[in-house]
């Protein structure tokens, strides 16, 4: 893989494998014609110069998908060195159809020799390939491949650059799939003054423009950050797009790359809230991480606007604080910086709390993969670096997983964990609980208590198949018990990205999750019918939304309140994908927990530089 590659470059196969696919499956919805006019067999047709806006059409399968072309014309953009080798033509003589791009992608899978401001002319195949594959639900890229290039002349000037902005970009998101053609949109005509998509698409491999764009998603370690074209939609006071629902899907992002080799140019840092000041222009592309980029030819300057990574308050003597924290595959084989930057941020940005929910520590040896399952040395490891940064000596508890059975990073043997302060609070130890062996709720003394704390919620039920089980414990604090719940529930890998070809998109990781949402909320609802006072906290990486379904089914009959919506509308998010900043990283609460202070302590999402990709959250309250 190049250093300056942004993601992994597919093989030619794969190209070839997904660009037959997509034909194949046009053709079959009736969706390329079988003979393009353009490919009528008379001589008038054959005598007749092929235009990039003939390649392209007016919806979001190329009409010639399949064919030859020849001596298409046009004037060079961009060069793609990498990666994805190939370059960009746009036809200066541009159509009046709104919904007909004038420029394409020409594949040529080795560095090419044309350079930008070349007029050339391309004959190839006219294909649609689909980033990520078909079942990846993505839209396809119209490119001309296994091209023959001749330079007519160099040194021209390019086409007058699209400038996308908060007022060419619809509100609207995308328009309804066809039913017919089981909720795609491939077949539908491109409407660009009326929805978002359809205007990116309308623009695929045109030369395209934005002006000083606010940054809404950090630079990642694949050299690429998201900007907002709309600084005004679902804004946050710390920057961000803020993704409040799966029908505010934030239309002005765009995500951002560069031409130019890292090795010839670093990408520039920047976090949430900066600015990407001045012009950005290049050719805008399709691709399976993230969809419509502008591939900078110029990029702009980042103006850093100083983010902070936040401070949580100290909970007071008589408050209980129960925090949640995702710290991202954490194992002995990482770097000690990485356990002393996690170690500082529960000393002084989550203040200490008293219990400590931690998802993703992985076994003594990580990654490797030979039947270790402890991960004693993963948490002394952690821990100890908790009191060199001047933390408490916290207590641990938790139960090791079965080999390969709970999901994850292959070898890693990720689990939850419970730390606790002793100087606070005192651990419940019932014995008995193991990773196949489900704890469950009895009365004693006219109180609930687990069978088993710490133990696991159901571990054979089906909904936590290769997947996290959830790690229950019985805490006392003041002399009163609370029950926390520690989860990890399944990932969204298989779920279609925004900008699927399908609208909506499917969620199909959603049905593992309402599953698991509904085996929590029954074990809770086992817990209030012992004991209807209980306090009880359900935490962790739910890997999924305040408004989804799977929320829904935690919080079912009223077991549990989700304490993020305490929050301002714009304060809900602990991660950021994409540029949407949303939630990821649940606390819910029983009824009687009845007042409260939440927060979500943003030190990592927002920013280039990350100790984990989560925001941890934290709960205080007086049992």
Request: proline share 6%; charged share 20%; net charge negative.
């Amino acid at each position: 893989m190049s250093s300056s590659l942004p993601r992994a470059a597919s093989s030619t196969a794969r190209r070839a494998a997904a660009v037959s696919a997509v034909v194949a499956a046009a053709l079959a919805a009736g969706l390329l014609a079988a003979s393009p006019s353009a490919f009528a067999d008379d001589a008038s047709a054959s005598a007749d110069v092929t235009r990039i806006h003939d390649i392209q059409g007016s919806t979001r399968i190329s009409p010639l998908a399949g064919r030859q072309v020849a001596a298409v014309p046009g004037i060079v953009t961009g060069v793609r060195t990498y990666g994805s080798r190939g370059f960009w033509i746009q036809d200066p003589q541009a159509d009046a159809d709104p919904a007909t791009s004038e420029g394409v992608f020409v594949y040529t899978g080795s560095v090419p020799t044309v350079a930008v401001g070349d007029s050339v002319t391309v004959s190839g195949t006219v294909t649609e390939y689909v980033p990520g594959g078909t079942s990846s639900g993505n839209q396809s890229l119209t490119q001309i491949t296994k091209p023959t290039v001749t330079v007519v002349s160099s040194g021209n000037a390019l086409p007058a650059p699209v400038t996308v902005s908060a007022r060419s970009v619809p509100s609207a998101y995308a328009p309804e799939g066809d039913p017919a053609a089981g909720g795609s949109i491939n077949g539908l005509t491109l409407r660009p003054g009326s929805y978002a998509l359809d205007y990116y698409e309308s623009l695929e491999g045109t030369n395209v423009r934005i002006g000083t764009s606010r940054v809404v998603g950090a630079t990642d370690p694949h050299a690429e950050l998201w900007v907002t074209v709309k600084p005004f939609e679902n804004a946050n006071r710390r920057g961000g797009a803020v993704y409040g629902s799966y029908t505010a899907q934030n239309t002005g992002r765009l995500q951002i790359q560069s031409l130019t080799p890292l090795a010839q140019q670093p990408f520039p840092k920047a976090n949430v809230g900066d600015w990407l000041t001045g012009t950005t222009e290049g050719p805008l592309d399709f691709n399976q991480y993230g969809g419509y980029t502008l591939t900078a030819r110029t990029l702009g300057t980042v103006a850093d606007r100083g983010l902070e990574r936040e401070v949580t308050e100290k909970q007071r003597p008589s408050e209980l604080a129960v925090a949640t924290y995702n710290v991202e595959n954490l194992d002995p084989t990482d770097p000690q910086e990485k356990f002393d930057a996690l170690a500082k941020a529960v000393v002084e940005n989550l203040a200490s709390p008293d219990i400590l929910a931690l998802e993703e520590i992985q076994d003594n040896n990580g990654a490797t993969n030979d039947g270790t399952v402890a991960a004693d040395r993963t948490v002394k490891k952690f821990t100890d670096a908790i009191v060199a940064a001047g933390g408490p000596a916290y207590e641990w508890r938790s139960i090791d997983p079965a080999d390969k059975k709970d999901g994850g990073e292959p070898g890693g043997n990720i689990r939850q964990v419970f730390l606790f302060n002793p100087e606070r609070v005192s651990f419940t130890d019932r014995a008995g609980g193991d990773a196949t062996t489900a704890t469950g709720v009895v009365r004693e003394q006219g109180r609930a208590a687990l069978t088993h704390s710490p133990g696991r919620i159901a571990p054979a039920d089906a909904a936590w198949d290769n997947s996290r089980k959830p790690l229950a414990g019985e805490f006392t604090f003041r002399g009163r018990t609370v029950f926390v719940i520690a989860n990890h529930f399944g990932s969204k890998g298989g779920d279609e990205s925004l900008v699927s070809h399908h609208q909506p998109p499917n969620r199909s990781s959603e049905t593992k999750r309402l599953q698991q949402a509904q085996a929590v909320n029954t074990f809770v609802k086992d817990i209030l019918k012992v004991q209807r006072t209980a306090d009880v906290v359900v935490l962790g990486d739910i890997n999924d939304f305040e408004f989804s379904a799977t929320t829904k089914a935690l919080t079912d009959g009223g077991a549990l309140y989700p304490a993020v919506l305490s929050l301002p509308r714009s304060e809900r998010y602990s991660y950021v994908f994409q540029g949407n900043s949303q939630v990821l990283d649940q606390i819910l609460t029983s009824p009687s927990i009845r007042h409260f202070e939440y927060d979500s302590v943003h030190i990592n999402a927002e920013f280039a530089e990350q100790n984990s990709d989560h925001d941890p959250q934290v709960l205080r309250f007086r049992p």
